[in-house]
């Protein structure tokens, strides 16, 4: 059986966009019974190397992140500067943004999703890899996060 596009079939983690990470942090603490996790803000662009839409981008956010056996909920609380985050917060509020799959080959997963009309919409890189916020909406409904991992 095939892998598909993406040559994974495991959802690694949902998104969520919020206005109030310790808050938020706190309600799904208490709704799972867990710590309430740190949270840090992503690194700078000069160490991100963030891109949103093709343009080199300031865009911050804190990230919280729960960790639940297979899945990783990630709750995402974006600075004021352009981005996937705050686009998709001030559009629609908060709720989901993505769901994410770790890739091995991100240049040719990119590539196979462009060809099918799902361009890149934010791009960076994070300590131990990469990712990519791909437009899916339109097929999918959501959002997709490409994560490779060295």
Known sequence: MSQGILGTK???QIGILVH????????????LGVDVPAWNWTDTVDIAKTEYLGQASEARAKLAFFNLGGLQLEL????????TWRECLDRNGEGPHHIAFVVNGMKQVVQ??????MPVLQRGEYTGGRYAYVDAERDFKV???LLEND
């Open 143 to 145: 959002i997709l996060e």
């Open 76 to 83: 995402i609380e974006p600075d004021h500067n352009p981005s």
């Open 10 to 12: 495991t959802i690694a």
């Open 20 to 31: 109030d990470i310790e808050a938020t942090s706190q309600a799904y603490a208490d709704l």
């Open 112 to 117: 196979r999703l462009e060809e099918r009309g």
